[in-house]
């Protein structure tokens, strides 16, 4: 764990900083937050805070920038939510018009994430005057127009309505505050990059910035130095790495098998909450529904879906109801189900970056977790890449009874990417490890 502050780089132990599994653990009151707060963190059953929680809060109630990374179910929302409600408790009881500025913005690149965001600002806010509220396309515009109208502090938004928003004059930043990106590399790899430059040009140029990423790259960093006045890098994991409680395993098998494969795991195992993945949205609806057909209840959520439906298919599968949920990555960032043990991927991503954020939807806080990856002949390029990125080999095994039919030529002869080949260069040039290490 690094840590990078006025330039100059530290590791967490000199800075005298907790780690986990180090010698000291911290508890929320040691953080300086106020009594409303811990007294929320306390009902929702939290009373130590994760390594990102230790190290972020008290950055940001110093008035840091801050550039954080962190993998999903690490406490990262209310690493920023907290000390943001915090900072703005006091101006916000004083302030009950109607007329009161938003002094704090979110940006998330997805409904789902900002739902979740803005229901830990909710119930962490309980106790406190803070007004929160929340926009996101697939809903009500005229709706959100009055709810900003009738005053708030906080504003949790996905770019694209923010934009909408603000040119119907329906959102003013000129007093902002704070301004959070979260889960910044998702927001590029979705092609945000335009929009979030229309929103800094409405905003202050003195205000906190804090960038939370689960992975880095050149295209992070660089908007980074755009966004962040003298940052501190906060990192509680190793860089682009998947969550180290996850058990990562890869199936050899056909690909007209998969799904055969799928549903016999979940019988035999006997797991009633599993989290598939797939590429596509028609992939998603057609797996779905032959799931269905074995048997297994299961609902698909992607980016044709309303937002209504994808709530009540969410809903369904963190009750019970449902058994088995087939998303998009799209659509399944932001999920946030603490419970959930098992993630499959059907097809790996074509991003190797998407394979750290779908492991890390199990696994969560601290919790075990299983990840399982289908490995059809003509999906080994796409493998090969993860584990660059990984700098860790995935080792391949057989089910019996699902043993690949060798005799089948691979759809796509693929077995080094140029991307792979690149990225190894770049590794070697710096003196890592190439992939080729097994943990």
Not at 39 to 55: K, L, M, N, R
Request: with cysteine.
């Amino acid at each position: 764990m690094i840590v990078v502050y006025r330039g100059a780089c530290y590791t967490a132990r000199q800075r005298g900083m907790p780690q986990l599994h180090g010698v000291n653990v911290m508890s929320f009151s040691s953080l300086g937050l106020s009594q409303a707060l811990l007294d929320a963190v306390s009902e929702q059953g939290y009373a130590e805070a994760t390594p990102i929680q230790q190290q972020a809060i008290p950055a940001i109630l110093e008035g840091r920038d801050i550039m954080a990374g962190a993998q999903t179910g690490t406490g990262k929302t209310a690493a920023f939510a907290l000390p943001i409600l915090h900072q703005l408790s006091g101006d916000a009881q004083t302030n009950t018009t109607a007329s009161r500025p938003i002094r704090a913005l979110v940006l998330t690149p997805t409904r789902e994430l900002a739902q979740q965001v803005y229901n830990s600002f909710i119930q962490y806010g309980k106790n406190t005057p803070v007004r929160t509220s929340i926009v996101y396309g697939g809903a009500s515009i005229n709706v959100q127009v009055k709810a900003l109208r009738a005053g708030v502090d906080v504003v949790v938004a996905t770019p694209g309505r923010l934009i909408d928003l603000m040119a119907r004059g329906a959102v003013n930043l000129s007093q902002l505050q704070s301004l959070v990106f979260d889960e910044a590399d998702r927001m590029l790899d979705m092609g945000f990059i335009d929009e979030i430059k229309r929103i800094l040009r409405k905003v202050p140029v003195e205000r906190q910035t804090l960038l939370f990423s689960a992975t880095f790259d050149p295209a992070i960093f660089a908007l980074s130095k755009d966004l962040l006045r003298n940052p501190m890098l906060i990192e509680v994991d190793a860089r682009n790495t998947a969550a180290s409680k996850v058990e990562q395993v890869v199936y050899v098998v056909d690909a007209d098998r998969k799904r055969e494969l799928i549903s016999h795991l979940i019988g035999a195992k006997n797991w009633h909450q599993v989290l598939v993945f797939v590429r596509t949205r028609h992939g998603a609806d057609h797996l779905a529904k032959e799931m269905c057909k074995d048997g297994l209840k299961t609902v698909a959520i992607h980016g044709d879906k309303s937002q209504g439906a994808r709530d009540k298919a969410l809903a369904s599968f963190k009750d019970g109801g449902t058994r088995v949920l087939v998303a998009t990555d799209v659509a399944a960032r932001g999920l946030d189900i603490p419970q959930l043990h098992v993630v499959i991927n059907h097809e790996l991503p074509h991003i190797p970056e998407d394979y750290i954020h779908r492991v890390g939807r199990t696994g969560r806080a601290g919790k075990e977790g299983l990840a399982i990856s289908l490995l059809s002949e003509d999906e080994n390029w796409l493998l090969e890449e993860i584990e660059v990125i990984l700098d860790e080999r995935l080792p391949q095994q057989w089910l019996p009874g699902y043993e690949p039919d060798l005799t089948q030529a691979p759809s796509i002869s693929r077995k080094n990417s140029r991307t792979a080949q690149k990225r190894r260069a770049k590794q070697r040039s710096l003196g890592k490890r190439t992939g080729n290490s097994r943990r």
